[in-house]
T-cell receptor, first 115, second 113 residues
Framework: DGGITQSPKYLFRKEGQNVTLSCEQN?????MYWYRQDPGQGLRLIYY???????QKGDIAEGYSVSREKKESFPLTVTSAQKNPTAFYLC??????????????FGNGTRLTVT | AQTVTQSQPEMSVQEAETVTLSCTYD???????LFWYKQPPSRQMILVIR??????QNATENRFSVNFQKAAKSFSLKISDSQLGDTAMYFC??????????FGGGTRLMVKP
């Protein structure tokens, strides 16, 4: 079955360390997204990529970096510059063009805890 | 930039009754899409219902329906015959033609037996 895989489900890191969250999709979608969710809040866009080797900053990109070397993969690195990295991170993908008929598909998320 | 506002942080409803969740948004665009997503305790995001802005007819999906008021920039979700499995966070979302999705802050819905 096609879908989006985020790993690991839970991730623990020490403050000051960079950490990379994995996101892989086999839906053949062109666009991929990273969202951050804090407790009791909505999702905020970190980075998005509409095509391989290209990506743009979202609303809260500071302290994060991404790469899109392959269509299937869109890893997110949380750097030590991110002031409050503890959060739930969701990856999503969609086909190119209008996504009304094929809206965003979400992964199951990664819960990152930094102490 | 678009903004999406959900003014009800928490709501509760008795099983089998009807509940309406509010959502307003702000945009200068004329065509766009609106969605309601459900996030149960598993935290998986599940699409509930969607609406194209140029369609005046309100979308309906089984027990879920919307009241879309374009001039008022309002997009409320009505859940009829509420079930225990409807307990979740509900997010209203706005999507522009570049596929950029902006979420509201969410409404936590509790269905009581």
């Amino acid at each position: 079955d096609g879908g989006i895989t985020q790993s690991p489900k839970y991730l623990f890191r020490k403050e000051g360390q960079n950490v990379t969250l994995s996101c892989e999709q086999n839906l053949n979608h062109d666009a991929m997204y990273w969202y951050r969710q804090d407790p009791g809040q909505g999702l905020r866009l970190i980075y998005y990529s509409q095509i391989v080797n290209d990506f743009q900053k979202g609303d809260i990109a500071e302290g994060y970096s991404v790469s899109r070397e392959k269509k299937e993969s869109f890893p997110l690195t949380v750097t030590s510059a991110q002031k409050n990295p503890t959060a739930f991170y969701l990856c999503a993908s969609s086909p190119s063009g209008s996504s009304y008929n094929s809206p965003l598909h979400f992964g199951n998320g990664t819960r990152l805890t930094v102490t | 930039a678009q903004t999406v506002t959900q003014s009800q942080p928490e709501m509760s409803v008795q099983e089998a009754e009807t509940v309406t969740l509010s959502c307003t948004y702000d945009t200068s665009e004329s065509n766009y899409y609106l969605f309601w997503y459900k996030q149960p305790p598993s935290r998986q995001m599940i699409l509930v219902i969607r609406q194209e802005a140029y369609k005046q007819q309100n979308a309906t999906e089984n027990r879920f329906s919307v009241n879309f008021q374009k001039a008022a920039k309002s997009f409320s979700l009505k859940i009829s015959d509420s079930q225990l499995g409807d307990t979740a966070m509900y997010f209203c979302a706005f999507m522009n033609l570049l596929n950029m999705l902006t979420f509201g802050g969410g409404t936590r819905l509790m269905v009581k037996p």
